[in-house]
């Protein structure tokens, strides 16, 4: 009786019901990948000196992951379990090439500027810690938006710090993209001309110089050490005892 | 000769895998709670850094280069990295049971470490040749060796000071990450052509 009653809501459950919004809103601070899981720190933070890059960055991981999780689920029934990391990779791979070479085509300065932090979402723990926790074990569709949870999460972070960093580093914002602006300081440029007066207007801080601290990479693990520190200020339950 | 210890000594302060790129956090954060365990993974990050850097570097020049199918190069990286690290697994297990069980758990774990691919591919973009890309690998591995011997000892001693509970573990981790980092920027003074065989921008 108990089953059948179980069934019946599994049909009837909506693709968005609570259980699956919580799915994608939970990784996005409560459960982050970055500050509260600890997976895929590595690869991306050195994208983050810019926030259009980062924002670029979190796009890519935000596909992989939604389809490797896809993928990963579909075919879970079928993946011996010896072999299954090697295949987890193999699905990754092809997923990151794809991304690797539309970005090529479609924008190639953030291509140059992304490098070989594309290719390094392979190894994003992130994308296998979820393939091993969550789409080994569950239906494709919760899996998918598990993937753009985690994949959202993570991109989150990185647009913050690239906020940050771009912000006092640069004192631009989005510089490269099609809406470039210039906010406060002298705006030294990647690949937008600031030589042209007046281009922007007159900007009301221009007594600021730019913090060359903030351009560095290990500015990153400041600005993400200040919002752990912030994150865990208001939870206290996800302070770690160790 | 010059080139190579040039090249190492670049790769292992100058431009160090964890603190300017940022290549292996995950482990580097999570295995680096005591120095014992942090040796292990250090070790194992050498040698197989120092192993899958020369075969990946044949391998791409020699067939995905030669043939034309760059865009194959991460699933075949990946997948050398990963048979390499199964091969380096199973040499060990045999030839010394007592560095096995040292390396234990830390040898499978290293696939998915962000630095050995991450070299594979700096190798690839910077255009190194055979010699150069064997002392990058050394040298990456012995600066991620060094930085998490490093931060293991001073989070050992942490244990017993009084951080802001917000801050305990994971956000000290952090911090102590970029300062470490801010440290070993002062070592962007050294001037490699004392070496010998400089070779600039590269």
Request: glycine letters at 8%.
């Amino acid at each position: 009786m108990a089953t059948t009653t179980e069934t019946k809501i599994a049909e009837k459950e909506p693709w968005f019901s609570k259980k699956e919004r919580v799915l994608m809103t939970d990784p996005l601070l409560d459960n982050n990948p970055i500050t509260i899981q600890v997976l895929g720190v590595c690869s991306a933070l050195a994208v983050t000196s810019l926030v259009y890059p980062s924002f670029v960055m979190a796009i890519a991981v935000v596909f992989v992951c939604a389809f490797a999780n896809l993928f990963t689920s579909l075919l879970r029934n079928t993946i011996p379990k010896a072999v299954r990391l090697i295949v987890q990779l193999v699905i990754i791979a092809t997923l990151v090439t794809l991304v690797n070479e539309a970005l090529k085509a479609i924008n190639y300065p953030v291509y140059k500027q992304l490098s070989v932090y594309i290719g390094l979402i392979i190894t994003n723990c992130i994308v296998m810690g979820r393939l091993e926790a969550f789409a080994m074990a569950n239906k494709p569709w919760r899996s998918f938006l598990d993937g753009i949870g985690n994949g959202l999460g993570y991109g989150l972070i990185l647009i913050v710090v690239g906020f940050f960093r771009e912000l006092f580093g640069k004192g631009t914002l989005l510089a490269g993209s099609p809406i470039p602006m210039f906010i406060i300081g002298a705006g030294e440029d990647y690949w937008i001309d600031t030589t042209t007066p007046g281009q922007w207007g007159n900007t009301l801080f221009w007594w600021y110089a730019n913090n060359n601290l903030m351009v560095m990479s290990v500015a990153a693990m400041f600005v993400i050490a200040v919002m752990i520190w912030w994150q865990r200020s208001r939870n206290p339950k996800l302070v770690d005892i160790s | 000769m010059g080139d190579f210890i040039n090249i190492f000594i670049k790769s292992a302060f100058i431009e160090n895998m964890i603190l300017a790129y940022f290549l292996g956090m995950c482990s580097f954060l999570a295995v680096s709670k005591s120095v014992q365990t942090a040796f292990g993974l250090g070790l194992a990050v050498i040698f197989v850094l120092g192993i899958t850097m020369p075969i990946n570097w044949l391998i791409n020049e020699f067939l995905l280069v030669n043939f034309e199918v760059e865009f194959l190069r991460f699933i075949v990286f990946i997948a050398v990295i990963a048979s390499m690290v199964q091969l380096v697994e199973m040499v060990v297990e045999k030839v010394s049971p007592s560095l096995y069980a040292a390396l234990g758990i830390f040898l499978p774990l290293i696939t998915v470490n962000c630095a050995i691919l991450g070299g594979s591919l700096f190798m690839v973009s910077r255009e190194y040749n055979l010699t150069e890309s064997i002392a990058f690998g050394l040298g990456g591995g012995f600066g991620w060796f060094l930085a998490i011997i490093a931060i293991a000892a001073i989070r050992e001693r942490l244990r017993y000071s009084a951080v802001p509970p917000a801050l305990r573990g994971l956000g000290m981790a952090f911090l102590l990450t970029g300062l470490m980092g801010l440290a070993f920027l002062s070592l962007s003074g050294i001037d490699p052509a004392v070496f010998g065989g400089y070779t600039p921008s590269k």
